[in-house]
């Protein structure tokens, strides 16, 4: 399957996040052209602030292939990784992230900080970016406008 296609299933992902209330993002973990592990951003739903999407499909695909270290398995998500979850790509050993969207303010892969290809780190991720970045961002502008408008 193509990047479009398994970052499609990462949209359809983000957009249960905005159904339910949460900002968009949607993630899925591939392992040999398999969908291992899926997760949408949740953190207010389940009073977690590690609730990422990207942290729930990392730990749902960990489950599936009964190992943390996923160094086979491709993540596609919607939006550019926090800090966090690029120390989570870093340690599950994740072999190529492909995400759509950049985020200026708070992504550690290449905007705010590069935290996947840091030279002191043990593992380094291949990267892709762009993947149907345009459908991302209209997705959470979206949701940021509608917001803004409930809140007035």
């Known amino acids: 399957m193509s990047d479009e296609l398994f970052m499609e299933e990462a949209l359809r992902e983000a957009a249960r996040a905005q159904a339910s209330g949460e900002v968009p993002i949607g993630a899925v973990v591939v392992y040999q052209d398999k969908i291992i592990g899926r997760g949408w951003n949740r953190p207010a739903f389940e009073c977690d602030p590690t609730a990422h999407a990207e942290i729930i499909a990392i730990r749902e695909a960990g489950r599936e292939l009964g190992n943390y270290r996923l160094t086979d398995c491709e993540l596609f998500v919607t939006l550019e990784p926090c800090a966090m979850c690029a120390g989570a790509i870093t340690h599950a050993r994740i072999r190529r992230l492909i995400y759509a969207a950049d985020d200026p303010k708070a992504g550690a892969v290449k905007s705010a900080l590069q935290v996947l290809n840091h030279p002191a780190l043990n593992h ?21 406008r509608d917001k803004r408008a409930r809140q007035t």
Request: net charge negative; charged share 15%.
């Open 124 to 144: 380094q991720v291949e990267i892709t970016s762009g993947v149907l970045a345009g459908r991302a961002m209209e997705m959470l502008q979206a949701f940021f």
